[in-house]
């Protein structure tokens, strides 16, 4: 995960989310702490992590690092969830798997919480399973704490981990136990819950999920790809891992329960993005390597059926096999009573049969076949005498073998012994194959194309089209983000809108002047350039901010559009006043007479342009 990471982490440019972050991570912990009480409180504990972040180094590359780190780690833990819950080899699969999903590279490689998010419900998922198997409850309580503070929508988890233990058919002890770690990490979130409710503003752009999302939402977290083969075939392997038992109480409530729930909720109250459950996309690569395994186990079953082995007695070959492998000796037998067997099994290494009583049965190494045990092949009862061997093999006694077939039945165990080690490795080039099938997606979303919008080569055309003293408008204000991402391109320029800065005001893009002001500063321009949000201007769109609601009317309707560069969902614009502004400038609003009567009212049409982002 690490290595599919760092490719192309450093992609050129941020986005708006990730200016967000940098700007806010850039301000003092006062400063954030004022910050938290109007907006963004649902971050606050990422932004104070970021700040100690980006105080090491301000640059992309490390807003991105901790989001690295998390899939990673998510990785890692997804891994161990499948050894514990089912054996290595499934980890080892659910663990690649995960790490090669795309929406998981995306997340990977964004400056924002949700990698994060996802490493603590795995965390907090695997220590669960711990404190079934008898382990204490309360690191399950203090990671779920810690990560509903990232995010309180990671609080969905918990009706996924309540299914489980339902599942489980667990005591009165052990939910006694879950019930009072869960009152702990809940004590914790109740007061951001109270901060946020307030800042429910701040979620308004979200729309009411519809089929297509849902849709969109199981492809990305069902199957490494969409479509296609590799996505039928993950779909299979899924449904034939729900009887994988123990793995599946786990797993399948993790991946549906929080998705289902928040698309369910929304529906009267518009919560929903697929990032605020990316947490619950651990549950697919799990089933994946379940079914992946049972499927394994089938085929493995079938050869043994075809290498003459009854499916019986295929468990009690291999732990042969095993033994075999621990004591570098071969067995002739598998089955036996007393200590005949024993004698059979590390005595006669000629004979390949086991004795006991008689009654034994040997297997042919080379076939797998049982044969009578001869009682020939037991020890001469007067141990303290020789006694010559025969000179021709007696139809009851010992069978006398090639030099050389030891060293046949030797390289058979190790071709058995190896096998398991084979399976795993085939699993392994089989999860190579959806990776290089989705190879090109992985290329495109190493691209700053691939986001929203690039706020860097935005900034890059401010810095070679704007001249010195050109005033600049940023519509909605949200998009000043862009001068606070990258000051660099903005200097010489000035902000006409401008009051008070984020910092000192406690807002993430500052207060800006009142409506009366600002037509006042207005007035004296003849050209402005407009950072605003690319399907505005002209735009049918009433803003709810009266600041706002100025700087449209004023450009739209006393300024004409002369250049225009669009890049995702913003754009730079220059306009030019359609007539010279006067000698003498309007300083009071409302003027004492207008020159064109007062345009009508504007009528509000959805969709607004997208505020601050949570």
Same mark, same amino acid.
Not at 8 to 28: A, H, I, N, S
Not at 191 to 218: K, M
Not at 546 to 561: S, Y
Not at 589 to 599: C, G, I, R, V, Y
């Given at each position: 995960?690490?290595?599919?990471?760092?490719?192309?982490?450093?992609?050129?440019?941020?986005?708006?989310?990730?200016?967000?972050?940098?700007?806010?991570?850039?301000?003092?912990?006062?400063?954030?702490?004022?910050?938290?009480?109007?907006?963004?409180?649902?971050?606050?504990?990422?932004?104070?992590?970021?700040?100690?972040?980006?105080?090491?180094?301000?640059?992309?590359?490390?807003?991105?690092?901790?989001?690295?780190?998390?899939?990673?780690?998510?990785?890692?833990?997804?891994?161990?969830?499948?050894?514990?819950?089912?054996?290595?080899?499934?980890?080892?699969?659910?663990?690649?798997?995960?790490?090669?999903?795309?929406?998981?590279?995306?997340?990977?490689?964004?400056?924002?919480?949700?990698?994060?998010?996802?490493?603590?419900?795995?965390?907090?998922?695997?220590?669960?399973?711990?404190?079934?198997?008898?382990?204490?409850?309360?690191?399950?309580?203090?990671?779920?704490?810690?990560?509903? /503070?990232? $995010? &309180?929508?990671? !609080? %969905?988890?918990?009706?996924?981990? =309540?299914?489980? *233990?339902? @599942? +489980?058919?667990?005591? #009165?002890?052990?939910?006694?136990?879950?019930?009072?770690?869960?009152?702990?990490?809940?004590?914790?979130?109740?007061?951001?819950?109270?901060?946020?409710?307030?800042?429910?503003?701040?979620?308004?752009?979200?729309?009411?999920?519809?089929?297509?999302?849902?849709?969109?939402?199981?492809?990305?977290?069902?199957?490494?790809?969409?479509?296609?083969?590799?996505?039928?075939?993950?779909?299979?392997?899924?449904?034939?891992?729900?009887?994988?038992?123990?793995?599946?109480?786990?797993?399948?409530?993790?991946?549906?329960?929080?998705?289902?729930?928040?698309?369910?909720?929304?529906?009267?109250?518009? /919560?929903? $993005? &697929?990032?605020? !459950? %990316?947490?619950?996309?651990?549950? =697919?690569?799990? *089933?994946? @390597? +379940?079914?992946?395994? #049972?499927?394994?186990?089938?085929?493995?079953?079938?050869?043994?059926?075809?290498?003459?082995?009854?499916?019986?007695?295929?468990?009690?070959?291999?732990?042969?096999?095993?033994?075999?492998?621990?004591?570098?000796?071969?067995?002739?037998?598998?089955?036996?009573?007393?200590?005949?067997?024993?004698?059979?099994?590390?005595?006669?290494?000629?004979?390949?049969?086991?004795?006991?009583?008689?009654?034994?049965?040997?297997?042919?190494?080379?076939?797998?076949?049982?044969?009578?045990?001869?009682?020939?092949?037991?020890?001469?009862?007067?141990?303290?005498?020789?006694?010559?061997?025969?000179?021709?093999?007696?139809?009851?006694?010992? !069978?006398?073998?090639?030099?050389?077939?030891?060293?046949?039945?030797?390289?058979?165990?190790?071709? #058995?012994?190896?096998?398991?080690?084979?399976?795993?490795?085939?699993?392994?080039?089989?999860?190579?194959?959806?990776?290089?099938?989705?190879?090109?997606?992985?290329?495109?979303?190493?691209?700053?194309?691939?986001?929203?919008?690039?706020?860097?080569?935005?900034?890059?055309?401010?810095?070679?089209?704007?001249?010195?003293?050109?005033?600049?408008?940023?519509?909605?204000?949200?998009?000043?983000?862009?001068?606070?991402?990258?000051?660099?391109?903005?200097?010489?320029?000035?902000?006409?809108?401008?009051?008070?800065?984020?910092?000192?005001?406690?807002?993430?893009?500052?207060?800006?002047?009142?409506?009366?002001?600002?037509?006042?500063?207005?007035?004296?321009?003849?050209?402005?350039?407009?950072?605003?949000?690319?399907?505005?201007?002209?735009?049918?769109?009433?803003?709810?901010?009266?600041?706002?609601?100025?700087?449209?009317?004023?450009?739209?309707?006393?300024?004409?559009?002369?250049?225009?560069?669009?890049?995702?969902?913003?754009?730079?614009?220059?306009?030019?006043?359609?007539?010279?502004?006067?000698?003498?400038?309007?300083?009071?609003?409302?003027?004492?007479?207008?020159?064109?009567?007062?345009?009508?009212?504007?009528?509000?049409?959805?969709?607004?342009?997208?505020?601050?982002?949570?």
């Amino acid at each position: 995960m690490l290595a599919l990471g760092l490719w192309g982490l450093d992609r050129g440019g941020m986005w708006g989310d990730e200016g967000v972050t940098f700007m806010v991570g850039r301000r003092t912990v006062p400063q954030i702490w004022h910050l938290l009480h109007g907006v963004d409180a649902v971050h606050g504990l990422y932004y104070l992590l970021m700040h100690a972040v980006l105080t090491v180094h301000p640059g992309e590359v490390v807003l991105r690092l901790p989001s690295l780190c998390g899939a990673a780690a998510t990785t890692g833990l997804v891994a161990a969830l499948g050894t514990r819950l089912a054996r290595p080899r499934v980890g080892l699969w659910a663990g690649l798997l995960y790490a090669i999903t795309p929406l998981t590279g995306h997340y990977a490689q964004e400056g924002r919480s949700y990698a994060l998010v996802a490493a603590g419900v795995a965390a907090a998922t695997l220590f669960l399973v711990r404190a079934l198997e008898g382990r204490s409850w309360w690191p399950y309580g203090a990671v779920l704490a810690v990560t509903f /503070l990232l $995010h &309180e929508f990671a !609080v %969905l988890v918990l009706c996924a981990h =309540a299914v489980t *233990l339902a @599942a +489980a058919r667990v005591r #009165r002890a052990v939910w006694r136990g879950w019930i009072r770690a869960v009152g702990v990490a809940g004590g914790v979130l109740i007061p951001l819950v109270w901060v946020s409710e307030r800042q429910s503003a701040q979620v308004a752009w979200l729309r009411v999920p519809d089929w297509d999302t849902t849709e969109r939402l199981a492809r990305d977290f069902l199957a490494v790809t969409p479509t296609g083969v590799v996505f039928w075939t993950s779909i299979a392997l899924i449904l034939i891992g729900l009887g994988a038992g123990r793995l599946t109480s786990v797993a399948l409530p993790l991946l549906l329960l929080p998705p289902v729930i928040l698309l369910s909720v929304s529906q009267f109250r518009p /919560l929903f $993005h &697929e990032r605020y !459950v %990316l947490y619950a996309l651990a549950g =697919a690569p799990l *089933l994946v @390597a +379940a079914g992946a395994d #049972r499927v394994a186990e089938v085929l493995r079953w079938l050869w043994l059926e075809g290498r003459g082995v009854p499916a019986g007695r295929g468990a009690e070959v291999e732990r042969a096999v095993a033994e075999v492998g621990r004591r570098r000796e071969l067995v002739g037998a598998v089955s036996g009573s007393g200590a005949g067997a024993g004698r059979g099994a590390g005595g006669d290494r000629t004979s390949g049969g086991g004795g006991g009583g008689g009654g034994g049965t040997g297997i042919d190494r080379t076939t797998g076949t049982g044969t009578p045990a001869r009682a020939g092949n037991r020890p001469p009862p007067d141990i303290g005498h020789a006694v010559p061997e025969p000179p021709t093999a007696h139809p009851t006694g010992p !069978v006398h073998r090639s030099p050389r077939r030891p060293h046949r039945a030797l390289r058979l165990h190790r071709f #058995r012994s190896l096998r398991p080690h084979l399976l795993t490795l085939a699993g392994v080039l089989a999860v190579a194959v959806p990776f290089l099938h989705g190879l090109p997606a992985y290329r495109n979303d190493r691209s700053a194309d691939r986001r929203p919008e690039n706020l860097a080569a935005v900034a890059a055309l401010v810095g070679r089209e704007v001249r010195p003293g050109d005033p600049v408008l940023f519509l909605p204000s949200f998009w000043r983000v862009t001068a606070s991402a990258y000051p660099g391109a903005f200097v010489g320029a000035r902000d006409l809108a401008s009051g008070e800065s984020g910092a000192r005001s406690g807002t993430l893009s500052g207060r800006e002047v009142g409506p009366g002001e600002l037509r006042a500063r207005l007035a004296g321009v003849d050209r402005v350039w407009i950072v605003a949000q690319s399907n505005l201007l002209p735009s049918r769109w009433v803003p709810g901010d009266p600041t706002d609601r100025v700087k449209l009317d004023v450009v739209d309707g006393e300024f004409a559009r002369r250049q225009e560069y669009v890049h995702g969902r913003v754009k730079l614009a220059l306009y030019l006043r359609r007539m010279p502004p006067q000698d003498t400038p309007a300083l009071t609003w409302p003027p004492a007479s207008a020159a064109t009567p007062a345009p009508p009212p504007p009528t509000p049409a959805p969709p607004p342009p997208r505020p601050t982002p949570r």
